[in-house]
């Protein structure tokens, strides 16, 4: 299995990115796919979930009305659109299976590095 994430950069604070994560070696739109992140110093968080058909979706308190999860199945394909950011944003991302992810799914991630 292969989560490969993607997108992350230097930002400044209200600026706006879009992260994807490929994913390879699972039945991608028969799973629910997460988008979790993790801060310096702090545990990984969940940050958006997504269902498999894409036709829900939720999201962790400090994001909403900011990120945009969505999906693409027939490229197995999870997106994170990532606007108004803020300094607290700050995180290498990655995606997984939501809302339990799978300790072996884990990639590198992607760092998102915003500015204030």
């Known amino acids: 299995v292969q989560l490969q994430a993607s997108g992350g950069d230097l930002v400044q604070g209200g600026g706006s990115l879009r992260l994807a994560c490929a994913a390879s070696?699972?039945?991608?739109?028969?799973?629910?796919m997460g988008w979790y992140r993790q801060a310096p110093g702090k545990p990984r968080e969940l940050v958006a979930g997504i269902t498999a058909g894409g036709d829900s979706t939720n999201y962790a308190d400090s994001v909403k009305g900011r990120f945009t999860i969505s999906r693409e199945n027939a490229k197995n394909t999870v997106y994170l659109q990532m606007n108004s950011l803020k300094p607290e944003d700050t995180a290498v991302y990655y995606c997984?299976?939501?809302?339990?992810?799978?300790?072996?799914?884990w990639g590198q991630g992607t760092l998102v590095t915003v500015s204030s």
């Open positions: 997984n299976t939501y809302p339990w992810p799978r300790g072996t799914y």
């Open positions: 070696g699972i039945f991608f739109r028969l799973n629910d």
